[in-house]
């Protein structure tokens, strides 16, 4: 049968049908796969699955769309890696070494790898959808930084922590129970009240024992009696209290203000409450009266 003029054979209409829509068919079916598995299979883990699917169904749309200045304007973009990667050669920067140097290199590499393809079309949509997945890999790799860097951070706060609340634990045991206005010690015989008269230690008139005495002076003794104890510190007129046996080796370590407040440290930016001595002697230790307990009195002379 003689075909008329001007018409194509059947298998050659559709041959040329394939060439045009063929392309277009299988990047239609591509993104409508890459839809409904995201939709029907993420289970939970949707950015894992957008991360594997998602850039293939982006460059599957620029085919199957076959908008000719799309398509030009995607496949221009190799000029501007390609400016890229000149621009930043031969710099060394952190920001140039993980961030600019695989994004421009990258690109180059999938510009010029694609370039053998033929359709400009399916080639744009490989460059695009290649692209994304590289844009994909480096936000993970980012996101890992950021992650690592976080947990680094709170791995050296909590170490911080533990140091300080340790030390704090040693210095509360080394310092002194009722005022903490002494250096650190091994036994709590050093604990004197600042206040003349003889200080006794105990919660209560059944637990109490004499553990020193401040005289007139204001001399700061330890001991039990008067034939063991040893002289440790003064207070002077002002309420500064001293540590040593000595004025030439003494050092100030605190003071007891008007009130019968007590502070520790050597000056008064330095100095914190530690306790105070009411006015009829009980001792109380802690910085303020929601946190203080009685620790002993002093019977005043």
Known sequence: MLETEGQLPADERIHDSLR???PRLIAGLVV?????????WSHGHLVLWLALLGPLAVGACIPLLSIEGLTDRINGWGSFFAAGSDRIRGRDTKFVRYVQRPFYRGGSAIWRISEPVSGEHLKAGLRLGAFTYLLAIMGFALYVAIYV???????FVVLLIILWVTSNDEEEKRTTTTTSYSQPRERDDDVVAPVKGAFYRGTNWFNEELAGRVDAEGSIYKGTNWLTEEKIGRVDAEGNIYKGSGRLTEEKVGRIDADGRLYKGSNWFAEERVGRVEQDGTVQKGSSWLNEEKIGRVDKE
């Open 32 to 40: 409508l796969g890459a839809i409904l598995t995201i939709g029907l």
């Open 149 to 155: 860097m976080l947990v680094i951070i709170a791995i």
């Open 20 to 22: 045009e829509y063929g």
